[in-house]
């Protein structure tokens, strides 16, 4: 038997959270390089998992797969394609920024507070979803994949409600408050959508007779597991509505403002660039292998849904005045454009959506984590509270840019490039909704400009006139983020090339093929 | 050969990384770095021109691939470059005017602390509107194209500190994104029609025609229309024009490079390029030459209102691409004139602009003609190289724009037919308005009564609009209170004058040199194709009625500007120059339609996504398991809630699996 390497890239954050939480409460500082040994060693893992695996090989490798309950056929199976290489790279790169972004934000606040704040339970929370989503992205049982899609609510309820912003405008009572509600809705909004996954996958169990996706995706292609349309079509909207919870789609989106707006910001790009992505994640591998028929019929209704998230999503965040629930409904709107490419159900539109998670997942922490410096500078999450930030912290301002750039999808960034593909593989099958979504682009420079004019530009305001520019350890977080988006705008072809024979595989489980060009090119 | 095709672009974005990224160690070289880049790409740029004209006129075609970009299962966009006589003739007005001005911008940004960031942005300009005309698909031309468009708003916001700038760099980027949104959906129609965007197999070349021919005329329609879109924006063209006079709050090197000579002109060079898809649009080309004849007309009206000597330039720019958008929309018989008249204008427009900036620099800054006069005896070089572009741009003759845009005249009534008779008046009629406008700057700035004497330039409460440029470490602050004494003109260092100097000579000859022997012509022929048409008149006659309306136009403006003295505060005037000193009433419209409208729509997003949305669904869940007052009871912040409800949840869980045992 050879190594479980998959196992062990989902475990090791697992013991890393254990270790951490373990570490006396004096040695705060040791926890905290702890957590950040294990994120890197994790990360490495990842790094060993990209270069095992072969893009043209298998569908699903370095595949592992042990009884565990047996008598309900719920195996401990794993296995990963391109998409899921992609993601868990995701994952693994973005975790040691988060620690790294987040080194001071759970410190006890000097000031006389009675809230407990433990330094070792968050880094250790935030080690415990990275485990978690890992095993997702990582699992090929069903069951399985239930287990921790739905477990992973418990670290990140916790990481929303019991750390926020040290600084609070409205004060720290009204603070906890308001952190209570959003993690409060978070939890019953996903735990909503989870029940309802979870009464699907017993659906499914009883007509397929086992979890395992393979299995069933097999037998669904080939003909051998025939499920009458109704029943399909439940069970694709009992896992459909669980991962749009997630994603989150419109108008199941409104509790991710107040999660992301509450928690603190490395929290708040956990949610967005690595949580979420197990919603849309599992909306291909997921909802397009086991129901395929469904997955057409539901297409129309789910494009003009996602179409809505692009265009709401993005108007919503023209009209915010908190900086953190401005990049909330930003990402509103780019879940919209990333379920928009899956189910085009074109190879541009999916190998698009899939590097768009990724490069929405980076972008979204260039931008996010730079704000939370900005924020922790001023103890304001009010964008009129800033004002002229350039002129006393250049290197911030610069920074906050390029991100803001990249969220906008500039060419020769990383976003544009899968921007560019799901809305060229979404117009070549439903042009009017491709046209209206290309909008989006405009109110996308809208939102980001308009933030870093009053932000940044302007005479300065008194109060942000002693702000200091970009610590070491902020620019330790921030110029390698840039770097890879600058690197993944002028060449994706090692994602491209990654995720590329997957999707083909994913649209051959669909029964579908590319629309062909009306007029062939002379070659 | 063709690897130096990649420095051209790798040399100034070298220079902006460098810049950008070096930091305070580099402030003391940054504007020699820069200027260096610049040069080493003309350098390179005249090499490659050397190259090519050392080839036969057919085979005057380099490419360089340098790697596979984006691919994709059925797509695929490289990183290449093609180049041929068109991109050739805009790398050398890029590399040359561009060099030129980063010549000048030593001079004129010397007492900015932010200089070596100002190089950097020029740097990265410089690369980004290479990479736009020499990409050899369209969309490795949008990286260009968006590359340009960042650029321009970094640098016209580059005074970030005022307010004003600050919006007009958000205003020059949003409009031109509402143009980016016609190239997307021009290059996504290719990508389903055609199944590529690459210049090569769609447009083909003269010896074989691209894949376009054989696509339904209605679809070409399509694609032109929305290039047109994308060449409105970024060549602020009516109904996209309206970012260009607010793009003047930019430090004026900035507004002679890339709002005068080279970014502004990219849409042209967008429809010249893509010649052989309007070529088969001819519903296309109709709104191409529409659109140019409006343009024109427009820009000339509002630049004879503005009494800011920018404005009124910029109006100027709008209107003159105006002419080449017109000429490009008359297909073979104008796209060689559209590009000829690109580059005497290039001469002429940033020779003006440098003009400006220096009569600016002399002035404390002062951007109101009616506060200048008599400028000529202190400024006499920058009074002989403005007064030469002057005489370029109104098209005296044997001068460079007597040349190009006499071709663009005769070329619109050539069209033939009643839009011949249509297109050839208006640009007629735009000529007599370009020589009244010019006139008028020239009187207004060189001629007549001192009027700066005696009173201060300029207020307090009204910051002018280049602060950084001013004299003396104060006024170099960026807050203008300042500089209230009177000025002392005066003429400006050498760093300034020799590049307006070089300009003032193409100004006067690159017409001429041009066409004699149709030389400019035969060079562009093989790449844009060329016909003469249907002319219903001589070109002698054009010539002759365009100089009637030449001299109607001076006229004109000296009887008003010349003969009377010009008052220091502007007077009320009529409907139509209110209207025009207010950009033809455009901003209000857009401003009460699209800002307040927008503000309204967010507004009322905000609460509903707040009350309804939220409400709806939170409501739905209530209704199903009695959620809503529990929700309400969790708000109240008793730490006991949270542990029930999150035991409740992992309860569920336990109980679910269980459950699934006992089945």
Redesign the interface.
């Known amino acids: 038997m050879s190594f479980p390497l998959l196992t062990a890239t989902a475990v090791l954050p697992a013991i890393g959270a254990i270790a951490t939480a373990a570490v006396p409460a004096a040695r705060r500082d040791a926890a905290k390089v702890l957590a950040l040994l294990f994120s890197l060693a994790t990360l490495v893992l990842a790094i060993v998992v990209l270069v095992r695996f072969d893009p043209d090989g298998d569908r699903y490798q370095l595949t592992e797969s042990r009884s565990w309950?047996a008598?309900?056929g719920v195996r401990y199976e794993l296995g990963v394609d391109g998409i899921a290489v992609a993601l868990i790279a995701l994952t693994a790169l973005l975790i040691p920024f988060i620690i790294l972004a987040g080194w001071h934000d759970a410190d006890p606040l000097e000031t006389g507070n009675k809230r407990w704040r433990p330094t070792q339970g968050f880094f250790a929370l935030i080690l415990a979803v990275e485990a978690m989503v890992i095993i997702s992205f990582e699992a090929t049982d069903v069951f399985l994949f239930y287990?921790f899609f739905?477990?992973m609510?418990?670290p990140m309820?916790f990481l929303i409600?019991g750390f926020g912003d040290r600084a609070h405008q409205h004060g720290e009572e009204t603070a906890?408050?308001q952190r209570?509600?959003a993690?409060?809705?978070f939890?019953?909004?996903n735990?909503?959508g989870g029940?309802i996954m979870?009464a699907a996958v017993?659906g499914l169990?009883v007509v397929a007779g086992n979890f395992s996706l393979t299995e069933i995706a097999e037998a669904r292609a080939n003909g051998s597991l025939d499920m009458a349309t109704n029943t399909e079509r439940w069970l694709f909207l009992g896992f459909f509505l669980a991962f749009a919870v997630k994603a989150p789609l419109?108008?199941?989106?409104?509790w991710l403002p107040n999660a992301m707006g509450e928690a603190t910001t490395p929290v708040a790009v956990l949610i967005t660039a690595v949580v979420d992505k197990v919603g849309t994640f599992a909306m291909l591998r997921f909802c397009l292998q086991l129901f395929p028929e469904a997955s057409k019929w539901a297409t129309p209704a789910i494009l003009v849904l996602a179409l809505i998230s692009i265009i709401?999503g993005a108007?919503?965040a023209?009209?915010?005045r908190d900086i953190k629930r401005l990049v909330a409904y930003a990402s509103i709107s780019h879940f919209g454009f990333i379920i928009m490419g899956i189910f085009a159900m074109?190879?541009?539109g999916q190998?698009?959506a899939t590097l768009y998670m990724v490069n929405h997942g980076i972008s979204t922490a260039a931008l996010m984590l730079v704000a939370g410096f900005l924020i922790s500078r001023r103890g304001s999450r009010l964008i009129a509270d800033y004002g002229?930030v350039?002129?006393v912290a250049p290197v911030l301002a610069?920074t906050f840019l390029i991100g803001g750039?990249a969220t906008l999808s500039?060419?020769?960034l990383a976003p544009?490039?899968s921007e560019?593909?799901v809305?060229?593989?979404t117009?070549?099958r439903y042009?009017v909704i491709?046209?209206i979504a290309?909008?989006g682009?405009?109110l996308a420079?809208?939102y980001t400009?308009?933030l870093y004019?009053r932000t940044?530009?302007?005479?300065?305001k008194p109060e942000v006139a002693a702000m200091p520019d970009l610590r070491a350890r902020e620019l330790l977080v921030v110029a390698p983020l840039i770097a890879v988006l600058i690197f993944l705008g002028?060449?994706?072809?090692p994602v491209?090339?990654i995720v590329?024979p997957a999707?083909?595989q994913t649209l051959s489980d669909v029964h579908e093929k590319?629309?062909?060009?009306?007029?062939?090119?002379?070659? | 050969m063709e690897n130096l095709i990649a420095l051209l672009i790798a040399a100034p974005l070298l220079g902006a990384a460098v810049l950008?990224v070096g930091g305070r160690r580099l402030d003391a070289v940054g504007h020699w770095l820069g200027t260096l880049f610049a040069a080493v790409s003309f350098v390179i740029g005249l090499v490659l021109f050397a190259d090519l004209l050392g080839k036969d006129a057919e085979d005057r075609t380099l490419t360089q691939h340098l790697?596979?970009?984006?691919?994709?299962?059925?797509?695929q966009a490289d990183?290449a470059f093609h180049l041929d006589q068109l991109s050739m003739t805009f790398v050398l007005l890029i590399t040359g005017v561009g060099s030129l001005i980063h010549l000048y911008s030593m001079g004129y940004m010397e007492h900015d602390e932010r200089r070596r960031r100002f190089f950097g942005y020029l740097n990265l300009f410089l690369a980004a509107m290479l990479l736009l005309v020499l990409a050899d698909n369209y969309?490795l031309l949008?990286?260009g194209?968006?590359?340009v468009g960042?650029a321009s708003?970094l640098l016209i916001?580059f005074w970030?500190?005022?307010?004003s700038?600050?919006?007009a760099a958000?205003k020059a980027?949003?409009v031109n994104?509402?143009g980016?949104?016609g190239l997307?959906?021009a290059?996504?129609?290719m990508?389903?029609?055609?199944?590529?965007f690459a210049f090569g197999?769609?447009l083909g070349t003269h010896e074989e025609p691209?894949?376009v021919t054989?696509?339904s005329e209605a679809?070409l329609t399509g694609i032109a229309l929305m290039l047109l879109l994308a060449a409105c924006g970024k060549s602020a063209q009516v109904p996209l024009q309206s970012w260009l006079g607010d793009a003047m709050e930019g430090p004026t090197p900035v507004s002679a490079l890339i709002h005068a000579a080279t970014m502004v002109t990219a849409g042209v060079y967008l429809i010249v390029r893509s010649a052989a898809i309007f070529n088969l649009a001819p519903d296309a080309q109709l709104v191409v030459t529409v659109v140019g004849a409006v343009t024109l007309l427009f820009g000339a009206i509002v630049g004879c209102a503005k009494d800011d000597i920018k404005k009124a330039l910029a109006g100027s720019t709008m209107s003159q691409i105006g002419y080449m958008v017109l000429a490009a929309g008359l297909g073979p018989i104008g796209y060689v004139f559209a590009i000829m008249h690109l580059v005497t204008h290039g001469f002429f427009k940033a020779g003006l602009f440098l003009g400006a900036g220096s009569v600016m620099h002399g002035m404390n800054d002062e951007v109101d003609m009616r506060k200048y006069g008599g400028l000529r005896k202190y400024m006499p070089v920058t009074f002989i190289t403005f007064g030469l572009g002057y005489l370029a741009i109104i098209g005296f003759p044997g001068l460079s724009g007597f040349f190009s845009k006499d071709k663009i005249i005769e070329a619109a009534f050539a069209k033939g037919g009643t839009e011949g008779w249509i297109l050839g008046g208006c640009a007629l009629l735009g000529a007599a308005i370009t020589a009244y406008y010019m006139t008028r700057v020239m009187l207004m700035t060189f001629f007549g009564e001192e009027r700066w004497k005696n009173q201060p330039t300029r207020s307090p409460e009204a910051p002018s609009a280049e602060p950084a440029a001013a004299q003396g470490g104060a006024a170099a602050s960026g807050h203008a209170a300042a500089a209230t004494g009177e000025p002392h003109p005066h003429e400006s260092p050498k760093s300034m004058t020799i590049p307006m100097i070089v300009l003032a000579f193409g100004s006067v000859f690159a017409g001429g040199f041009f066409s004699i022997g149709d030389r400019f012509l035969h060079w562009l022929e093989p790449v844009t194709g060329h016909s003469h048409g249907h002319p219903p008149v001589s070109a002698l006659t054009v010539t002759l009625a365009t100089m009637v309306v030449l001299v109607i136009g001076v006229a004109v403006a000296y009887v008003q500007y010349g003969r009377r003295p010009v008052p220091v505060v502007a007077p009320r005037g009529s409907l139509l120059t209110r209207a025009a000193r207010r950009d033809l009433l455009q901003d209000d419209f857009n401003h009460v339609v699209l800002v307040r409208g927008?503000e309204h729509?967010?507004?009322s997003?905000?609460y509903v996504?707040h009350t309804l949305?939220?409400g709806?669904?939170n409501g739905t869940?209530a209704s199903v398991?009695g959620?809503s007052g529990r929700?309400r009871k969790?708000?109240?912040?008793y730490a006991r809630s949270?542990a029930v409800?999150?035991f409740g949840?992992?309860a569920?869980?336990i109980a679910?699996?269980l459950l699934?045992?006992a089945?």
Do not use: C
């Not at chain 1, 002028?490 to 072809?493: A, M, R, T």
């Open positions: 309950i008598e309900f287990i739905e477990a609510l418990i309820y409600g906890a408050t209570s509600y993690a409060v809705k939890l019953l909004y735990l909503a029940l979870l017993i169990y419109w108008p199941l989106h409104t709401y108007l919503l023209v009209g915010q074109t190879s541009q190998s698009g002229g350039q002129k610069g750039l500039l060419p020769g544009f490039v560019f593909l809305l060229a593989g117009f070549s042009p491709g046209i290309t909008f682009i405009v420079a809208l400009l308009v004019q940044m530009t302007g005479p300065v002028v060449y994706p072809k491209t090339d590329d999707v083909k590319d629309p062909q060009p009306e007029v062939e090119a002379a070659k | 950008l790697f596979s970009w984006i691919p994709v299962e059925g797509f990183v969309l949008y990286v194209w968006e590359g960042l708003y916001g970030q500190h005022k307010p700038a600050a919006t958000k980027f949003l994104r509402v980016d949104v997307s959906i290059i996504m129609l990508f389903t029609t055609f199944g590529t197999p769609l691209g894949v054989g696509a679809t927008g729509l967010t507004r997003l905000v996504d949305v939220d709806v669904v869940a398991g959620l929700m969790l708000q109240n912040g949270y409800s999150m949840g992992v569920i869980l679910a699996t699934m045992r089945v």
